[in-house]
């Protein structure tokens, strides 16, 4: 039911802006069953009651939809008063024999527009109905953002409780929910229903948890009394499950939570510090290196860091004990195939599975009791429905288990072939390949060789064509998407068989589904499968074709998202190279040293450049650019190393590193003279221009500015006018003329406006702010500055927002 309320006569109703009051009943729908003769006076009564609450507080309803209410206002000290009116009334009213009505608030303030009696401005509307949703009966929930509003102005007697950081659906964002408290109303609710709080930050589990009740117990125990513990042991031992196990079991001991760190696709000890900060949410300041960032962030946290796979960065094991050393309510938890060797560390091999005597069985009916026999038991069920463990089987199973050495991954892939072959049959295979691998490389661990033979036998399985993809799809990192195994991996064959290739990985448990940002399909291989297919690429021949295919692909994939940052789906493509990082690294870090690349690489880095600047990835990309200029492809005096030089000097800007700003602006800048490159020599102006602001030299800069502002309004583009119009705006601002940079910024914001390129908007926004805050216009600088933060946090500018 959609009832039309008559809104109040406001001269103007809230836009820009606006602080939204959500509400609904707490099972309203069961109620209106219960009760079906009274509930339609009882939901009149209802209606009535918001109604008055929000109109004598300036709010205005703007739209009802059965028992919810909708309404905005214009200020957030309204809305929450209007909130607590309505609890109040709600609480006091005589509900007959319904007993009460409980009504759930949430509030939220953020940007929206007020059009023909609605308003637009989805993801301030969306985030204002997620927030009511996570709310229970009685409760009023508000927002970050209508918090730090109503921080210095709370109406009397009222306080607002942090309730820590949760996710709303469908928001990547964490953020602080607060709970307004009142003497008089009901103040004591469950734990909020988000999809994670403060306290858990672990990767979701769609599988069981299987065994190992005394491991877990012991490394709670040693958790508990040391700061560094770490889970050794060869791949497929189980470490990464079991330790999130403990960590999810040990969530209320850590008051500021739990944080896992994935390193399975970092190479570079010197990525480690960045890749912690990224997952903590910590923002790159130019004021000091990004490890004193991180420092700064973990003294005053109660914080469990829980780094996974650690020997890919061994090198920076000196790290973790530093850390430990300097924020002193820290403890990292670390699984590893090798130990850290670091004073302080205490090392948990994690044993096999546990397994039964295989001379003396004993009775089928308690053979699960042994976690290494329930594991094969579950994954085999998840196949086979109705597989069952008889007499005549278990013996088999058994040692099925036994020759894989009670390792689960093993298990669990020997598990999915129940479908296609008795325990009896896999055994005889598996036998007889275990044999063949005794006599294979002696270097290698014992466990390491059995789980190799696991693979090669899985591998073996398959036929040819699922054979060719299983290698193929070893050449993405961090997963990847079907139109990119049909580009990458196929041999233009119908999507229909690639389909059916990639459903029967997942059947075999070669290939995995992962989360993606949208809807689409997402596939991995685990590690050590994604390992074991790169050995079979390399001996099949067709390495450099495919590694080449995979790198044409994300640089195509690349070129599109550089063509999308600049107009309104700057986000989307934002989100998309984000997922896709650790491929576009991988295909850049190939190009580099591969025969014939020398334009991909270029050409990648370049774009790359542009992604790491918006991203915050400030460090990480100096770092890689820097590497790329120095190759040999990357020595000419060509336009496209005048881009690489015009990125880098960017990068070193955001990182208030001046003189190499402007080292390597005046080299693209001379270079794009040489080539005569209008557009080019515009932008290394820009770079220019922007450091001699930042030291001083304002004369300078509006040279420079202003060359880039003419050559870029003679050629007709938009995008170049309003990125010299906010230069000259932040350089009159820095020199005091107000009124000029005034002037520039607001004819950038028009521009930006007009081609709904959110990015600059935020920047001419932040400057306008500035501008009305020296102005003494504190009022207008808070909108300003508010509507820029909004932006930024939409397109995940770390940068920007920190």
């Not at 300036?58 to 214009?74: K, L, P, Q, S």
């Not at 659906?169 to 964490?174: E, G």
């Not at 070669?510 to 390992?531: A, D, I, K, V, Y």
């Not at 915050?616 to 200029?629: F, H, K, P």
Request: hydrophobic share 40%; glycine share 8%.
């Amino acid at each position: 039911m959609r009832v039309v309320i008559q809104p109040p006569n406001f001269d103007q109703h809230p836009t820009g802006t606006v602080t939204f009051l959500f509400t609904d009943i707490e099972g309203s729908t069961k109620l209106a069953r219960k009760f079906p003769e009274i509930w339609s006076a009882t939901e009149k009564r209802h209606h009535a009651i918001l109604q008055t609450a929000i109109s004598s507080h300036h709010g205005y309803v703007f739209r009802t939809i059965g028992d919810e209410f909708n309404a905005a206002f214009e200020t957030a000290h309204d809305a929450l008063s209007a909130a607590l009116a309505a609890q109040r009334l709600l609480h006091t009213e005589d509900w007959g024999a319904i007993g009460s009505i409980r009504v759930r608030m949430g509030l939220h303030t953020g940007l929206a527009r007020h059009l023909d009696g609605d308003y637009e401005g989805y993801l301030t509307l969306s985030h204002t109905k997620r927030l009511m949703s996570i709310a229970f009966g009685n409760q009023i929930l508000l927002s970050e953002a209508t918090e730090a509003l109503l921080r210095d102005s709370l109406p009397q007697d009222i306080t607002l409780h942090n309730l820590g950081e949760h996710r709303l659906k469908d928001f990547d964002i964490v953020e602080h929910i607060f709970q307004a408290v009142a003497q008089d109303l009901p103040a004591d609710f469950p734990p909020l229903k988000s999809l994670e709080g403060s306290t858990n930050h672990l990767p979701v589990i769609l599988t069981s948890f299987v065994g190992r009740s005394k491991e877990v117990g012991e490394v709670k125990r040693l958790l508990s009394k040391e700061r560094i513990v770490t889970l050794t042991g060869p791949g497929g031992t189980g470490k990464t499950r079991l330790a999130l196990q403990v960590a999810g079991e040990m969530i209320e001991q850590f008051q500021d939570g739990i944080f896992f760190v994935g390193l399975t696709h970092i190479t570079d000890s010197v990525l480690i510090t960045s890749t912690i900060a990224q997952a903590l949410g910590i923002t790159e300041s130019p004021m000091q290196p990004i490890i004193e960032s991180l420092k700064d962030y973990l003294r005053r946290k109660s914080l469990l860091l829980l780094l996974d796979n650690f020997e890919q960065v061994i090198s920076a094991a000196p790290l973790v004990a530093d850390l430990v050393v300097e924020c002193s309510q820290l403890k990292i938890f670390v699984t590893s195939r090798e130990a850290l060797h670091i004073s302080g560390e205490h090392e948990y091999p994690v044993p096999p599975l546990a397994l039964p005597d295989l001379e003396q069985l004993p009775p089928v009916e308690s053979l699960t009791q042994y976690a290494a026999v329930e594991l094969f038991i579950q994954r085999a069920l998840a196949v086979k429905p109705d597989f069952q463990i008889r007499d005549e089987t278990a013996k088999s199973i058994v040692e099925i288990c036994y020759r894989l050495d009670g390792l689960p991954l093993a298990i669990e892939l020997a598990a999915a072939r129940v479908k296609l072959l008795p325990p009896q049959a896999m055994l005889a295979r598996l036998e007889h390949r275990l044999e063949f691998l005794t006599g294979g490389a002696r270097d290698l661990p014992v466990r390491q060789q059995t789980l190799r033979n696991t693979i090669a036998w899985s591998h073996d399985l398959l036929n040819e064509n699922e054979q060719r993809l299983f290698r193929r799809l070893s050449v993405f990192v961090g997963g990847c998407t079907i139109a990119a195994v049909e580009t990458v991996a196929g041999d233009n064959p119908t999507s229909v068989s690639i389909l059916d290739c990639l459903g029967s990985l997942l059947d075999k448990s070669l290939l995995r589904e992962t989360n993606s940002t949208n809807n689409e399909p997402r596939f991995e291989l685990l590690e050590m499968l994604r390992e074991f297919g790169l050995e079979q690429l390399g001996v099949s021949g067709e390495q450099e074709t495919i590694q080449r295919r995979h790198a044409n692909y994300f640089l195509a994939l690349a070129g599109q998202a550089e063509a999308g940052l600049d107009n309104v789906e700057q986000v989307q493509w934002m989100n998309q190279m984000e997922q896709e990082h650790d491929n576009l690294r991988a295909a850049l870090e190939w190009s580099k040293t591969a025969e014939d690349s020398g334009e991909i690489c270029l050409r990648l880095a370049s774009i790359l450049g542009l992604f790491w600047e918006a991203r915050g990835y400030l460090s990480e990309g100096r770092e890689r650019l820097a590497a790329v200029l120095l190759i040999e492809k990357a020595q000419g005096r060509t336009a496209a190393r005048a881009m690489l030089l015009a990125r880098a000097a960017e990068l070193a800007y955001r990182q208030s590193d001046y003189p190499a700003t402007e080292s390597f602006a005046r080299e693209s800048l001379e270079i794009y003279r040489e080539v005569g490159d209008k557009q080019g020599i515009a932008s290394a102006l820009i770079k220019l221009g922007n450091a001699a602001t930042e030291v001083g030299n304002y004369a300078t800069a509006s040279e420079f500015l202003e060359e880039a502002l003419t050559i870029w309004c003679e050629g007709g583009d938009k995008h170049g006018t309003s990125r010299a119009l906010i230069s000259l705006g932040w350089t009159a601002l820095r020199s005091g003329d107000y009124d000029l940079a005034n002037l520039r910024l607001e004819e950038a914001l028009a521009i930006s406006r007009e081609s709904e390129d959110i990015r600059r908007i935020g920047f001419e926004l932040s400057g306008l702010g500035e501008v009305a805050m020296r102005q003494g216009d504190y009022f207008r600088a808070k909108q300003l500055v508010e509507e820029s933060l909004e932006l930024r946090r939409q397109l995940g500018n770390k940068w920007g927002v920190g």
